[in-house]
T-cell receptor
Framework: EDKVVQSPLSLVVHEGDTVTLNCSYEVTNFRSLLWYKQEKKAPTFLFMLTSSGIEKKSGRLSSILDKKELFSILNITATQTGDSAIYLCAVVFYGQNFVFGPGTRLSVLP | DGGITQSPKYLFRKEGQNVTLSCEQNLNHDAMYWYRQDPGQGLRLIYYSQIVNDFQKGDIAEGYSVSREKKESFPLTVTSAQKNPTAFYLC?????????????FGSGTQLSVL
């Protein structure tokens, strides 16, 4: 059975801290891995990862994929209160659809 | 502006009642999806459709029904057979077959039982 696991499930930090969110998967016919940020309602797209070892960056956020060990991490440096959200990891596999993990709820305190 | 529109934002269901959630997209995407999100949980797939007049069950299809008569529209009906319908429902769409396939989401509908 295809499965995506995220850790931690919940995280509380203070502004300025650096956080690392983890996503591991057991999926046949892997195609890509996606990260989304869900602040209130609609998840918004952050990154798509398809190749191992290539870091994707967007401002203070970065992500990398390890297809051999079947995991990805999402790093957020110098966190701000606006980073508070649920971060969702999803794996896309050939011939089917998207499998989501449970999400990591990040709270950034001032 | 292109996007996905879900309505209503909030919906209340009485016992034994069927309710329908609307999802419309103008992105010209072939594939559309319905997800359910419970507090503290990720997204679980209810139904998806890759083409007009065709759809498949997801992981938790029992108590739900869909139709795909137009490319732009993918309404979800929560039937009285769904005994625990209180949840946040997200509709999404994607371009099928693209190498950079990803989901675009609507703003969701919060369904509650009276």
């Amino acid at each position: 059975e295809d499965k995506v696991v995220q850790s931690p499930l919940s995280l509380v930090v203070h502004e300025g801290d650096t956080v690392t969110l983890n996503c591991s998967y057991e999926v046949t016919n892997f195609r890509s891995l996606l990260w989304y940020k869900q602040e209130k309602k609609a998840p918004t797209f952050l990154f798509m990862l398809t190749s191992s070892g290539i870091e994707k960056k967007s401002g203070r956020l970065s992500s990398i994929l390890d297809k051999k060990e079947l995991f990805s991490i999402l790093n957020i440096t110098a966190t701000q209160t606006g980073d508070s959200a649920i971060y969702l990891c999803a794996v896309v596999f050939y011939g089917q659809n998207f499998v989501f993990g449970p999400g990591t709820r990040l709270s950034v305190l001032p | 502006d292109g996007g996905i529109t879900q309505s209503p934002k909030y919906l209340f269901r009485k016992e034994g009642q069927n309710v329908t959630l609307s999802c419309e997209q103008n992105l010209n995407h072939d594939a559309m999806y319905w997800y359910r999100q419970d507090p503290g949980q990720g997204l679980r797939l209810i139904y998806y459709s890759q083409i007009v007049n065709d759809f498949q069950k997801g992981d938790i299809a029992e108590g739900y029904s869909v139709s795909r008569e137009k490319k732009e529209s993918f309404p979800l009906t929560v039937t009285s057979a769904q005994k625990n319908p209180t949840a946040f429902y997200l509709c999404a769409s994607s371009i099928r077959g693209a190498t950079n396939e990803k989901l675009f989401f609507g703003s969701g509908t919060q369904l509650s039982v009276l």
